[in-house]
């Protein structure tokens, strides 16, 4: 697979930080000590490292890690697992998103983790692994996410799962709480709530695999997080709690952008490196 660029910029996360936090230019230009042309330039996308780095502490960002993203010098790099896991991205609009697909190599029992704007590629992957697909979990159910549902569930026939928060339209779907737990073979699946993005947003943690593993849907990106303008405060304190506590090896499988790790998140996320 090409390499998947990260999924926000540096200006695209001081937006929303500034947005969650509702602040106003004119305030955050105030409390940043800088000249509303300068903040102008700077969300704009113009890489100016002093202002970038004072505008980054009214927002509680960390100014390291931002002034990093905007000149692009880190870019994740996860671990390969050898085998019972397939990443999937496809466009939607002018941007890609990701689903994956993860299965028990002995019993080849296998779940979806959202389903993309085509399925194509992952029932190419379930035939040529010759994996029976028994779960299809959402993440959330913006419209990027599911758009391929219809044609995954009726060729396959796997049920379809999502948070009892999450608004699903679709019918027979079957809801679960946080702290469900599903069984692949040897593989074990939790569910965490990390709402903020939407409702019932909700990240699955995988255990069996070569490594540990969370789908976290638009909770959090590499170098960035899912918009959350009016549960920005929820939002960070669920990733905080619930998946910046997990260990610090496991694999980050976000709804946008590239895999990365807990260990990478904690040093180079402005929301979460401090
Ligand atoms: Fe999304």
Redesign the pocket.
Known sequence: MARIPLEDNFNDVINKAQRGLKMSDAQLAERSEVSPEDLAAVKSGVILDAIIRRIARPLRLSADALEALAHKRFYPIAPVFPRGFAMFNTPHGDMT?NSYLIWDSSTRVAAAFDTGSSCTAMLDTIAAEHLSLRNIFLTHT?E??IAALPELAAATGAEVWASEREPVDYPGAKAFKEHAHFHLGELAIKTLLTTGHSPGLTSFYVTGLSWPLAIVG?ALFASSM?GSPDHYAGQLRNNHDKIFTLPRDLVIAP??GPLTTLALEKKHNPFFAH
Do not use: N, S
């Open positions: 998103v913006h990027d996410h638009d899912g709804g946008h």
